[in-house]
């Protein structure tokens, strides 16, 4: 996944802070330009600003308030507590519509980003639906992964999270998620970097194998399931910041100030865990440094320039003293020594498809599924 040879030349991208020891599969052309920026690039056909914008959104709230018409609640938001999520309920609100919020309480949760969520939901009146995991079967769970020494150990939030909207979603009769993800502040990340979140096969596998707690309450969706769901919800994803104005800068200020919501550091450092994983796991056994692709999804948009980003990268993802304090938090509430956490940073990166996974029988389902439609056409020509 992330070579480590020494006579590979370095080189990043001109443009951005992509490089190949972030990405081994990463591709320059002539000039020294990375894959990465013309997708970005490609990209930026999915947002949409000034009048069209303004337009496709008032259409996309009509339909929304439509189908939600006559129930308690017309759309879901996930609310973690961080920029993105806290902005899209403020949103969602303004537009008239009916949210409700789910959050992941998997006892990680910082007191920042739990009085984040507080101020938020009171301020703005929206209901607060909290999924509490149980912790002893949830640790297990992110221990295996560790123990796997696969990549993306955030699969385990991720995966409960979605269940969990699904679950509500089919409860309640609701058939839009709206989130938070976007182009112009997260659009690159390298594939290597993350693993599907969906792929319950994957998780048991790994589970199966690392863990010792039989799991009882875990929410889950495996791909029968997520077929049925996705069938029979006709469920829309809508990723509302692509239709506004979207400075992260300028929305941290706002929130600060409408919201009381209070900055927390790094992207996706409202949980303790995450912090941990993607300021110290990643970059030292995985070699991977997010802060590269955040930084040149925000050098792509416009909203920094490459000098003030290479200021930043260069600055220490832990100071010494907070991070030995989060270290002994961590593996105290995981149950790790010292020495059991070594070995495991010691363990040589896997794959997640050493394990078992569901895509053979995801890439089953979507032939037949194009097969069917092709079929329906030829009828309806007929």
């Known amino acids: 996944m992330i070579s480590s040879q020494a006579d590979i030349r370095y080189q990043q991208c001109v443009y951005t802070l992509m490089d190949n ?3 081994a599969d990463i591709t320059f052309d002539e000039k ?7 997708d970005y690039r490609k990209a930026e056909k999915d947002v949409f600003l000034g009048a069209e914008g303004q337009s496709k959104l008032d259409s996309l709230v009509e339909s929304i308030k439509q189908k939600g018409k006559n129930k308690k609640y017309d759309c879901l938001i996930g609310l973690s507590g961080g920029v993105d999520s806290t902005y899209v309920a403020h949103l969602v609100k303004e537009l008239g519509l009916r949210p409700l919020a789910v959050h992941l309480d998997n006892g990680w949760n910082s007191e920042l980003a739990v009085k984040n969520i507080e101020n938020v939901v009171k301020k703005l009146n929206i209901d ?25 150990i955030e699969v385990v939030s991720d995966h409960a999270i979605f269940s969990t909207m699904y679950k ?9 998620i709206i989130s938070g993800t976007n182009v112009v502040t997260e659009y690159i990340m390298p594939p290597s970097w993350l693993y599907r979140k969906m792929d319950f096969t994957n998780l048991r596998d790994i589970h199966s194998k690392y863990g010792t707690v039989k799991l009882k309450t875990y929410p889950f969706v495996d791909f029968k399931r997520h077929v049925y769901y996705s069938a029979l919800l006709k469920l829309s994803p809508i990723s509302i910041l692509n239709y506004v104005p979207y400075n992260k800068a300028e929305v941290k200020q706002f929130i600060t100030k409408e ?12 949980s303790i865990f995450t912090k941990f994983y993607q300021a110290y796991i990643l970059p030292e056994k995985f070699k991977i440094d997010k802060r590269k692709a955040h930084l040149s999804t925000l050098i792509c948009s416009g909203q920094i320039t490459k000098e003030s980003a290479l200021k930043e990268l260069a600055m220490p993802l832990y100071e010494e003293a907070e991070l030995n304090a989060d270290k002994e938090y ?4 995981l149950g790790l020594s010292m020495r059991d956490f070594e070995a495991i940073m010691k363990l040589p990166p896997r794959r997640h498809e050493d394990f078992n996974t569901d895509i053979k029988l995801k890439e089953f ?14 009828l309806i020509k007929k």
């Open 21 to 23: 020891i972030a990405d």
């Open 32 to 38: 020294g330009v990375s894959n990465y920026y013309y």
């Open 128 to 152: 607060l639906y909290t999924l509490v995991v149980n912790w002893r079967e949830f640790k297990d769970i992110q221990l295996s992964y560790l123990k796997a020494s696969v990549v993306d």
């Open 168 to 176: 509500l979603a089919m409860e309640h009769d609701i058939g839009y």
């Open 259 to 270: 919201l009381d919501w209070r900055d927390y550091g790094g992207k996706h450092y409202e």
């Open 330 to 333: 961590v593996l105290k509430k």
């Open 365 to 378: 389902y979507m032939t037949l599924l194009q097969k069917t439609q092709k079929f329906r056409k030829t």
